[in-house]
């Protein structure tokens, strides 16, 4: 005798089901409408309605991409450069100073803890002028250095870095490796950074993302257009005359599938990195 299993639909569940679906299309529809524009022209996007399926102009797109930006894989290779290089230093500085903060008891750590936190609430556009300033007294001005320097150690990555080490790192490994003669940064280097794995992959991926998409700071220290990043390139193309939305679109989609297949390849560690200590035994 065979049983069988009825789903039962609740009203709640279905709510949720289109809630949920609802909110997918939303996140999803700017990136299809991305690649279907990416492959028509002008007259096509513009158009009312606009085109919901995908045309045959995207080599078209491409050849006005480059020829209106000859130096856009340059373009790119400077956003990758910039991007990877603020990763590894956010990853360092943050990791070292959230374990500072964890795991070190020194007076005056609570209120440093919350100046650095206090830097949050601060606009980006408060630190424009002074950025600009000092970049130009240090004659870093169109160097990729003045992108990837000032942003080497962020309060976020702090917090993300010192929350997780207090949870996931107990006090006593480092005390046990301290009396057998480990020195504070050896503690540091093969101890704690091997364990805070999930951390740093998330810290990683979320500093990776927002330089390579960064476009204030390009926009204030580079000048030369050979040394633009991916989002200052495409933003050159909105100039005088008719924009070219097809080959934005295309230029855009190249700059898109990077941060796609980091996702892909990340997403399981971020959301480790993102849950763990959440809950405590």
Known sequence: MTSTRTFALSPQRLLAYVVVTIGAAMMLGPFYFMLVFATHGNREILSMPPPLWFGDALL??????????????????????????STALNLFFCSLAGYGFAM??????EWLFGAVMATMLLPAFVGMIPTALIMSWLGWMDQP????IPGACGALGIFL???YIESA????????ARIDGCGEFAIYWRIVLPLIGPALGTLGLITFIGSWNN???PLIVIRDMEMYTIPLALRSLQGTGQIPWGAISAGSAIAVLPLLALFMVASRRLIDGLTAGAVKS
């Open 145 to 148: 250095r003045a992108l990837y």
């Open 169 to 176: 790192i107990p006090r006593e490994l480092i005390d046990a």
């Open 161 to 163: 870095m010192r929350q």
């Open 104 to 109: 070190y008891r020194f007076p005056g750590r």
């Open 60 to 85: 078209d797109n491409l050849r006005q991409l480059l020829t209106s930006l000859p130096h856009f894989w340059k373009n790119v290779g400077w956003s990758v450069y910039i991007a990877l290089a």
């Open 215 to 217: 476009f204030i700071g």
